[in-house]
């Protein structure tokens, strides 16, 4: 897990749009009754651990890779809650504390995970479970079963009952106001004391949610709390007028630090960022002396949709010009990234900032909930077009009921979830050979019985080993441990779930193959006695008929399987079917590539990001 989020680490954010001077970002101590304070939590921490053994009281305030030494050194109870307004930096400074604490780290200890809690749905799991299923979604074997102590749990539920992870809640306030307060309860139900543990979100959210009205402040549990500095005046001066950086800026300059709507604006990392890729380059699609025009930017709102408006065609504009082009032009750039965004926000509300190519065939529940009805419907005229002809028609509306309901709840209900596969490897299965052998057995003793085949120990053996032999391999398919050396991208995730579909594919087509060919080789050697006249070269075209009808249903059962088993599958599908729509290129991953090389998407691990969340919902609107 530590070697998994280092290579995200690493991989974050390499694109050409990296800032190579990156703003140094500052916090200081919550001094409101948002957090506990910080004489009561060392008494706390005191009363647990004995005299001693915590540090005495020190400031918490601070700037750039320094939250890792606030966390585990200078809060008594190694718990903080990071607050700070849109575009604040929040997710910078996760980024920098996780990689502080994996160097920290020694072998053995827990690893930091990064936990975006707008993934959770607080109605349909626990959060000690979803903690789990995130783990699985960052490392898929993480999935097979721990070992025998933890009672047929899998590795990642293991971790977590375990702590060997260090919880960094992310994006806490894009919850509902319900989910907010559950996640805090369920958080103080942890039990983690004394274990390093980080939740961070918006200012504003997070006070409403504690601050309850006529009731009791729903704190977390033994948390200090930093909220984060705006930018200063200078020093967005220094970012915006950094070397290599063309661009008018005096205008700009003198609005930072004041009231004006640009000067409001631009005390954020965000917008700062996002005005110096708007208005430097060769190609600027604004500038700086417009931004300051309050005829057409009356105010605050107005400048930051002009610069969430023109970042994505700025970028692309930028290297149309260049000798790198582009996958796509900037117009239907931002149609694919505004289909993506809604695509993924429809899903799921609040789904945060990922995009995994594993979940695109995801779809909003109306949607789902219009399409099982229209299936449903369907079967249940055939269904009733079938009985009503032999059974009367109170029999056949019922049945016809009946039977569409179900249609529509197994599909309605059905899991949408597929995670990636890492591979396949294989072991032998003796419960599917055992079951595979009385099977084989069974079906000559059958042929027996109709005289169709002599009784001699030859076909019962020869089937029963033949059937053994598909039952303990076709079944003894399982995921394969991950290699730990080899990057873990979205490139190299779907290539080896490519491999475990085609693999899946291929075994239960040549296993189903070989049951028949010899089944049908078996019964025309035992045959008791061969028709008269009949020869073995005029058996050859019935037997090749019979092999290829063999062939197609081992390729049916082994697509099946594929679809079942792995994402690939209805991925390439759902792909395809938009494609066809023009919502997405037929070459999603290299448009999904050039968008994180241009810097509108970073990388996290085998899934793509937006930018800033703030630059999701801007292109889902």
């Known amino acids: 897990m530590a070697t998994r989020i280092r290579q995200q680490s690493a991989s974050a954010d390499n694109s050409v749009w990296s800032d190579p001077f990156p703003i140094s970002i500052a916090w200081e101590q919550e001094q409101g009754a948002l957090t506990e304070d910080l004489t009561a939590l060392r008494q706390r921490a005191l009363s647990r651990l004995g005299p001693g053994t915590v540090a005495e009281l020190q400031s918490i305030d601070g700037a750039g890779t320094e939250l890792a030494t606030v966390l585990l050194e200078k809060v008594p109870t190694k718990r903080l809650v990071l607050l700070g307004g849109v575009g604040a930096g929040k997710t910078v400074l996760l980024e920098r504390l996780v990689e502080a604490l994996l160097y920290r780290r020694s072998p053995g200890e827990p690893v930091p995970v990064r936990l975006p809690l707008n993934r959770w749905h607080g109605s349909m799991m626990s959060l000690e479970e979803w903690m789990a299923s995130r783990l699985v979604l960052e490392e898929p074997t993480l999935a097979q079963p721990a070992p025998p102590p933890f009672g047929g749990r899998s590795r990642a539920q293991a971790l977590v009952e375990t702590r060997q992870i260090i919880p960094i809640f992310d994006s806490f306030d894009e919850l509902s106001v319900a989910a907010r307060t559950q996640a805090i309860q369920q958080i103080n139900n942890l039990g983690w004391s004394n274990h390093p543990l980080v939740l961070t979100g918006r200012i504003d959210e997070y006070a409403e949610t504690v601050l309850r009205a006529d009731e009791e402040p729903l704190l977390l549990a033994g948390a200090a709390g930093v909220v984060i500095k705006p930018v200063e005046p200078d020093q967005a001066e220094r970012y915006l007028r950094q070397k290599g950086q063309n661009g008018d800026w005096d205008a700009l300059v003198a609005e930072l630090g004041t009231e004006s709507p640009v000067g409001l604006t631009l005390r954020t990392p965000l917008m700062l960022f996002l005005c110096r890729s708007v208005c430097a380059g060769p190609r600027p699609m604004t500038t700086g002396v417009e931004l300051c025009e309050r005829t057409f930017f009356p105010d605050e709102i107005a400048v ?26 900037a117009d239907r750039a931002e149609r694919y990234l505004r289909f993506l965004a809604r695509q993924h926000r429809n899903f799921q509300a609040g789904a945060g900032t990922e995009l995994s190519w594993w979940t695109m065939h995801h779809i909003p529940p109306r949607v789902r909930k219009r399409i099982s009805w229209t299936i449903a419907g369907v ?17 056949a509306a019922f049945c016809t009921l009946f039977l569409g309901f179900m249609v529509k709840a197994s599909i309605f209900n059905s899991p949408m979830l597929r995670t990636p596969s890492s591979g396949l490897r294989w072991r032998w299965r003796w419960i599917p050979a055992g079951i595979g052998a009385l099977l084989g057995a069974a079906m000559v003793d059958v042929q027996v019985q109709n005289g169709e085949i002599t009784k001699a120990p030859g076909p019962y053996l020869a089937l029963a080993s033949l059937f053994a032999v598909v039952g303990g391999a076709a079944f003894g398919w399982g995921p394969r441990e991950a290699d730990l050396e080899e990057p873990l991208t979205p490139s190299s995730l779907i290539q080896r779930d490519r491999r475990t579909f085609i693999g899946l594919v291929a075994t239960w087509t040549a296993s189903v193959s070989a049951v028949f060919a010899l089944f049908v080789a078996l019964v025309v050697a035992y045959a008791d006695p061969l028709p008269k006249g009949a020869h073995l070269i005029g058996l050859v075209p019935a037997a090749l008929v019979t092999l290829a009808f063999a062939s197609g249903l081992g390729l049916i059962v082994g697509l099946v399987m594929g679809f079942k088993d792995t994402a690939w599958g209805v991925y390439t599908v759902s792909r395809f079917c938009y494609a066809l729509l023009g919502r997405v290129p037929f070459r999603l991953m290299a448009f999904l590539d050039d968008a994180h090389r241009l810097g509108v998407l970073r990388q996290s691990g085998a899934s793509y990001e937006f930018r800033h969340v703030e630059l999701e919902r801007h292109l889902a609107r």
């Open 379 to 395: 079967a249940a005229l055939c269904i009733f077009l079938t009985v009503q002809s032999t059974a009367p028609l109170s029999l």
């Open 304 to 329: 930051r949709r002009h610069l969430f408006d023109s970042f994505v065609r700025t970028v692309y504009r930028i290297r149309e010009g260049n000798r790198y082009r582009p996958f796509c032009d």
